[in-house]
C-alpha cells in the first residue's frame, strides 16, 4: 500500500535530514489557560462579516450542563491561543469511511461549476485516483478552472505521467517542497516540512478536509457501523472520518489553500470566483485551524487548550499516536482530576514503527486512569476529538510531534452538543469494535513487543 510505504520510508529519510540540523521544539502550553486574556467574549464572523458581540454571544449562550465545557468561555480562551475567529451559519456532515467519503466528494467535483481546488498528501496512480484524474479533467474540459497542490514526500513513486496528463488537460498542479532538489523554485530545500492536508473545495461553497487520501486504499469500508463481523482482514477497508462543510467557513478553507499555494513561490492562482458571496448554510459553529511549520501551533494549541480545560469526558481517535510529553501531561492530569478519558488507538497499522513509538507512553497514561483501546481488524487512519460532548474536531492532525511541528495540517474545530452527540456516539461504535488495554495485560506483553518499543521510541521526534 502506497500509505504503507510513505510512513516507513519518511521517518528513516528525515531523521538522516535532521541530523544535519538542530531540532525544532514545540511551544510551552502548560497552563496556557492561566497565561492567556481572553477577550470577555469570542469573535463571530457570519455572512456578513463580523457579527455583534450580543448576536455572537447569543449563539454560544446556551445553558451547559454542570461539569462541562463552557462554550463562550471556551471560545474566547481558544480564540486568543489561536488567533483565529469562530464563523457562524454552516452545515457540517460527518463522512465515515473510503466509499462514503468518494461518493460525496466525487459528487461535489462533478457539480462544480466554476473552480475545484485540492490538496491532498497522496494521489495515487490507481483505480481511484484515474477516477478522480478523469473528472477533474472532465471539468477543466467543461471550462471549471482545477487546481491541485500535492505533496512531494507522499506521491512519491507515483508516475510523472500520471500528473503531465492532468497538466496536459490545463489543469494547474504544483508539488508541494519537492524531494527532486533540482525542482525548487524557493530558496531553501525543506524536506522535513510536508503538506500532510486533505482539503477539496468546490465553487467556493463546499469543503471537504479529514484524514482520506486518494488512494484506493480507501475503496472498501471498515467494520464502522456494519452488522455483520468479518474475521478476514482483507475484507476489511480503514476506518477513517471526512467532514464537509457547507456556508462562510468555506472561504476559511480556500483562504488557506490560497496562501499554501503561494508558498510554493509559482504563479498566481488561476482567475476564478473563490470567494462567492456566502450563504447561511446551517447553524453549526466553526472554527477553521491551519498550521504550518514555523507558523503559530493553532491546531496543537487548541488541543492541548481544551484538554486542559475538559470537566467532563476526553475522547481522542488517533491513527499515529506519538504524543509529546506536554500532550501526555495534559491527558495525565484530566484523567487524576475525574474527566474520563478514553483513545481509540489503532490495533493493526500501516507504520510499525509510529505503532511501536506510541506505546512508549502507555505506562503512564494506563497508571494516571486514561482507557487505553485498540480497534480491531481494520487499519486506523482518523484523526478525531470529542471533548465534553460539545467541543470536537476532525482533520488531518495526527497526535504527534511530526504534525504539531513539521506538516501543515488543517483541523476544524466545532462547536456545541449537536454534533457533539454525533461525534460520541461515532466513538462508541469505535469503540464496540475494539479491545481495552488493561494495566494487568500491558504488564505481561511479550519480550519481543517490549524490544521494538525500546527501539522505536529514539525515532519519536522525525515519526
Not at 189 to 203: G, Q, S, Y
Request: aromatic share 8%; charged share 20%.
Amino acid at each position: 500500500m502506497k500509505i504503507t510505504r510513505m510512513r516507513c520510508w519518511l521517518p528513516l529519510c528525515l531523521m538522516c535530514w535532521g541530523l544535519l540540523g538542530a531540532c525544532a521544539s514545540l511551544p510551552n502550553v502548560t497552563a496556557m489557560s492561566s497565561q492567556l486574556e481572553p477577550a470577555a467574549a469570542p469573535s463571530v464572523k457570519g455572512v456578513n462579516g463580523d457579527l455583534s458581540a450580543a448576536r455572537g454571544k447569543a449563539l454560544l449562550a446556551k445553558r451547559w450542563p454542570k461539569g462541562s465545557l463552557d462554550m463562550q468561555a471556551q471560545a474566547a480562551l481558544e480564540e486568543a491561543a489561536t488567533g483565529v475567529p469562530l464563523i457562524a451559519g454552516n452545515k457540517c456532515t460527518l463522512l465515515f469511511d473510503g466509499p462514503q467519503t468518494m461518493a460525496e466528494m466525487l459528487k461535489a467535483i462533478n457539480g462544480a461549476r466554476n473552480n475545484i481546488n485540492l490538496e491532498t498528501y497522496i494521489f495515487d496512480q490507481d483505480e481511484l485516483g484515474l477516477k478522480f484524474a478523469d473528472a477533474l479533467i472532465e471539468k477543466q474540459r467543461q471550462g471549471v478552472t482545477v487546481n491541485i497542490l500535492y505533496d512531494s514526500v507522499g506521491t512519491l513513486g507515483v508516475p510523472a505521467e500520471f500528473f503531465k496528463r492532468m497538466r496536459d488537460a490545463g489543469i494547474h498542479l504544483i508539488e508541494f517542497n519537492p524531494v527532486n532538489p533540482a525542482k525548487l523554485s524557493g530558496e531553501s530545500w525543506k524536506l522535513n516540512n510536508r503538506d500532510h492536508r486533505k482539503v477539496l473545495i468546490v465553487d467556493g461553497k463546499t469543503a471537504f478536509t479529514g484524514g482520506i487520501n486518494i488512494s484506493a486504499t480507501y475503496a472498501k469500508s471498515s467494520l464502522f457501523r456494519s452488522a455483520s463481523r468479518p474475521t478476514d482482514k482483507s475484507q476489511v477497508g480503514w476506518r477513517d472520518t471526512h467532514i464537509k462543510v457547507e456556508g462562510p467557513a468555506v472561504q476559511a478553507f480556500q483562504w488557506l489553500f490560497v496562501r499554501q499555494w503561494a508558498t510554493q513561490d509559482k504563479d498566481d492562482l488561476t482567475e476564478a470566483d473563490y470567494f462567492p458571496q456566502p450563504v447561511i448554510a446551517g447553524d453549526k459553529v466553526v472554527r477553521v485551524l491551519g498550521s504550518e511549520p514555523g507558523g503559530k501551533f493553532e491546531i496543537y494549541k487548541a488541543y492541548n487548550l481544551a484538554i486542559q480545560e475538559a470537566k467532563k469526558s476526553i475522547h481522542i481517535t488517533s491513527a499515529y499516536f506519538v504524543p509529546d510529553r506536554q500532550t501526555v501531561e495534559a491527558l495525565m492530569a484530566a484523567a487524576r482530576r475525574g474527566v474520563d478519558v478514553k483513545i481509540v488507538l489503532p490495533g493493526v497499522s500501516d507504520s510499525g514503527l509510529v505503532f511501536y513509538a506510541g506505546h512508549a507512553f502507555y505506562d503512564d497514561l494506563l497508571d494516571s486512569g486514561v482507557q487505553i483501546h485498540q480497534l480491531k481488524l481494520a487499519v486506523l487512519h482518523a484523526k478525531t476529538a470529542v471533548i465534553d460532548g460539545n467541543w470536537s474536531t476532525v482533520g488531518s492532525t495526527n497526535i504527534d510531534t511530526r504534525s504539531f511541528l513539521h506538516n501543515s495540517e488543517l483541523n476544524v474545530v466545532i462547536m456545541g452538543d449537536a454534533f457533539g452527540g454525533e461525534m460520541e456516539r461515532a466513538f462508541q461504535e469505535d469503540l464496540r469494535d475494539s479491545v481495552q488495554i488493561t494495566q494487568e495485560a500491558w504488564r505481561h506483553r511479550p519480550w519481543a513487543d517490549r524490544l521494538r518499543e525500546f527501539a522505536a521510541r529514539f525515532m519519536n521526534y522525525w515519526l
